[in-house]
């Protein structure tokens, strides 16, 4: 039995000792009573008058000692009682084997402090997301960004044009769980262009990953995009897949009721399986097949919202052309700098998203989207940059082909061109302000 336990019996076995002759003299310490008493009390007496004498006083027994294995073994109740006793008291009395524990810092850490989670070496990739005043829709975004399920470091950058709700708040909530980093430029109008080339000033990786806010990526999506680059031979720009894009929106109450927030990844299932609100370009792949490289105008499959191209190249080509201050063509643009430069166009099924409905202005899209497409086809002034104003993005190929034109030809135009600032902006007067 140890010091602890030794001693709370002698306490219980002292209360019976207490009374006559005999206890008063135990208690006194003295004379031929205390002898008496002792050996009538045996252990108990000694025990109890050790408890009379100070703390200083009393003989102690180191707390790592081990207990005899004799004495351990006085009757299974009191063994139980000690294995009992013991369990609850490990982080008190340390092993006689080990060292004791260390002392704990003076300043502990806040129980519910949240650290950034920062990469320390080079990302694999770099997410930018432009976004202005949908906090909401970032959110879905970030969530699925934070479902990611990838063997290799990222980080994300959410690139602002202005926001005035709390989109920088719901940015912080995120730092315990990616590397995100914000970005905000003052609210100037419509700055989509320019705020993706902020997000790219910023971005860290090899590979750039451009998702617009309410986008929500399937879990594999930034793996299947990685994927892609590190199997191609050369410079390489990814059109991922999305689902449930509306041009009109007419389908988004439906596509909302049927979308599984905590689940995305049923939802893709289920809308593959019942071949649902699929990708708008279906109907080109059919048309024209799966390899993308095989085409003369491939670059008109790239849109921004879930793609992505070597960081290096991007850069290389400029980025994108800042002139476009409404809704429409700075994708495309960007992307016949791109094939023009000789990057490579592959599809990637399996770098799934889908496009959460949000309100939108369709008739005010198409209006601002033609006056860029003008804008388009006299920066390069090339016959393909032509074709775009005025002929569905579906059938340009067809055009090419019956022609035998080519649409990477680089012109004295290429890069160079002095832009027509005063004539977009005439024209943007007359076009309503675009969906952002």
């Known amino acids: ?195 993706r080339n902020l997000g790219l000033s910023k971005a860290r990786g090899e590979v750039t990953v451009f998702v617009d806010s309410g986008v929500i990526l399937q879990s594999g999506a930034l793996a299947a995009h990685l994927d892609a680059h590190r199997v191609a031979e050369g410079p390489t720009a990814v059109v991922g897949y999305v689902f449930c894009f509306n041009e009109g929106n007419e389908d988004g109450d439906e596509i909302l009721k049927s979308l599984n927030f905590a689940d995305p990844d049923a939802s893709f299932a289920e809308f593959a399986a019942e071949k649902r609100w699929l990708d708008i370009r279906e109907d080109y792949y059919e048309r024209y097949g799966e390899d993308l490289d095989a085409l003369t105008a491939p670059w008109l499959m790239w849109w921004t919202c879930n793609s992505s191209v070597d960081t290096a190249l991007l850069r290389e080509v400029g980025g994108y052309d800042e002139a476009y201050r409404q809704w429409g063509a700075e994708d495309v643009d960007v992307s016949y700098r791109l094939r023009t430069a000789g990057c490579r166009f592959v599809l990637r099924r399996d770098a799934t998203a889908l496009h959460v409905p949000h309100p939108k202005d369709y008739e005010s899209n198409m209006r601002s989207a033609a006056v860029n497409y003008r804008y388009f086809a006299a920066k390069y002034d090339t016959p393909v940059a032509h074709l775009v104003v005025d002929t569905h993005f579906h059938e340009i190929e067809d055009v090419l082909r019956s022609r035998g034109l080519a649409d990477g030809e680089p012109t004295e135009h290429f890069g160079t061109v002095v832009r027509p600032i005063d004539q977009m902006d005439a024209e943007r007067a007359a076009a309503a302000g675009g969906d952002r």
């Open 1 to 195: 039995m140890d010091g602890l336990h030794a001693g709370l019996l002698g306490v219980r076995r002292t209360h019976r000792c207490r009374g006559g002759v005999g206890a008063a003299a135990a208690r006194a310490g003295h004379g031929p009573d205390a002898r008496e008493a002792e050996r009538a009390c045996g252990r108990r007496g000694l025990a109890a008058r050790r408890r009379q004498l100070p703390f200083e006083a009393r003989p102690q027994r180191p707390r790592t000692r081990p207990v005899p294995r004799a004495r351990a073994r006085s009757s299974t109740r009191t063994r139980t009682h000690l294995r009992a006793r013991s369990s609850t008291r490990t982080h008190l009395r340390p092993h006689p084997h080990q060292p004791p524990s260390p002392a704990p810092p003076d300043q502990p850490h806040p129980p519910h402090r949240r650290e950034p989670r920062v990469t320390t070496t080079s990302p694999a990739c770099t997410v930018v997301v432009p976004t202005y005043n949908r906090a909401g829709l970032l959110a879905h975004t970030l969530d699925s960004l934070v479902r990611q399920r990838l063997d290799d470091a990222f980080e994300v950058v959410v690139a602002d044009d202005g926001s005035s709700d709390d989109t920088a708040e719901v940015v912080a909530s995120y730092r315990d769980r990616l590397d995100i980093h914000y970005a905000f430029q003052e609210d100037e109008g419509y700055r989509a262009a320019k705020a």
